[in-house]
């Protein structure tokens, strides 16, 4: 029988989630991570999981699976939209923004269940509850996040709610941290996409497309030994599924239409970690002349929902 508990992680509160096949645990004060994902029948942890809460609180993007709203980096921090300039606070060295204003927040536990192989925590972060956010992104916007052991399954579905009068620019993605385990070698990366984004040396996207070249074997699945990389992939017309497998194992990441674009990102030459990260749009999409319908650039209309869903399924030979 699943099973969702309350727990002290150091002091803070965290949930645990637990079934036959999986043991999660997430954080609602620091993002709403899912930051431990333990595959019990392989004994392996499946993310990149921190010792300690001080680890998360100092670095919110760098474990788990952090939450991004808006997703990956805003030149300038600032773009225009519907005739208003939406100016960030720079996070980074060189004055751009990156990864959003959700992935270190609190937000509140909602619901919790258990039923059968299934369990559920859903968690809630609503813009108006922090006043310091207006001036940066000046809509009512509540998202609800429920994450889910559901047999082999880890499901992640969110609702984006417009309770302003006006049109909310949107973004969002998941910097999802995979573990490989010290084996770049063993694992293969099969991730269907139909272009590049050219990127600049601050990783902005420049606004070109550039064909796959060595990457089209991405298509197929390309071995991670030896790869480095930080990349920006668009989807296209191919499914929005990741299988990252080695020899008898194999993680399967979907996605829902309104991903668009993959990121995907070793820190370095592959060794122990990938992000396979599901993005709505593409680096910077707000400020790039390619249309909405490459670059994921959309918004939400006053009164409508949104809902994205992600699922990583376990499966073995």
């Known amino acids: 029988m699943a099973n969702v508990r309350q727990a002290s992680w150091d002091g803070s ?20 991570n899912a930051y431990r994902l333990r595959d019990k029948i392989a004994g392996r942890d499946v993310l990149r999981t921190p010792e300690r809460p001080e680890e998360l609180r100092a670095s919110p993007g760098h474990y788990g699976v952090p939450l991004l709203l808006p997703p990956s980096r805003i030149r300038g921090a600032s773009f225009p939209f519907n005739g208003r300039t939406y100016r960030f606070e720079p996070n980074t060295p060189d004055g751009h923004y990156i990864h959003g204003f959700v992935r270190m927040r609190p937000w509140r536990v909602v619901d919790t269940s258990a039923d059968g192989d299934t369990a559920s925590v859903t968690t809630e972060f609503r813009t108006a509850d922090f006043p310091e956010l207006a001036p940066q992104y000046p809509h009512d916007l509540t998202i609800r996040a429920r994450t889910e052991l559901n047999g082999a399954s880890f499901v ?26 010290g084996e770049p070698e063993r ?34 699945g390309m071995n991670l030994e030896g790869q480095n990389m930080d990349m920006a992939f668009r989807i296209g017309d191919r499914p929005v599924e990741a299988v990252l497998s080695k020899p008898g194992y194999a993680i399967r ?30 680096p910077d999409a707000p400020n790039l002349d390619a249309g909405p319908e490459l670059t994921g650039m959309r918004a939400i209309a006053p009164g409508e929902e949104l809902i994205v869903r992600t699922t990583l399924s376990i499966e073995r030979e």
């Open 13 to 32: 509160p965290v949930y645990e989630l637990e079934n036959g096949t999986f043991l999660a645990s997430l954080i609602p004060e620091i993002g709403s």
């Open 156 to 181: 992640q579905t969110f609702s984006f709610r417009n309770g302003s009068d006006e049109p909310a620019p949107f973004g969002f993605g998941l910097h999802t941290w995979f573990l490989l385990d």
């Open 187 to 220: 694992w293969t990366l099969k991730l269907p996409v139909s272009d590049i984004w050219e990127l600049n040396e601050k990783l902005l996207a420049t606004g070109s497309r550039l064909p796959l070249g060595r990457y089209e074997a991405l298509n197929e």
């Open 253 to 282: 990441y979907s996605a829902n239409e309104p991903v668009t674009q993959w990121v995907v990102y070793t820190k370095g030459e592959a060794r122990d970690t990938i992000c396979i990260e599901p993005l709505t749009w593409t």
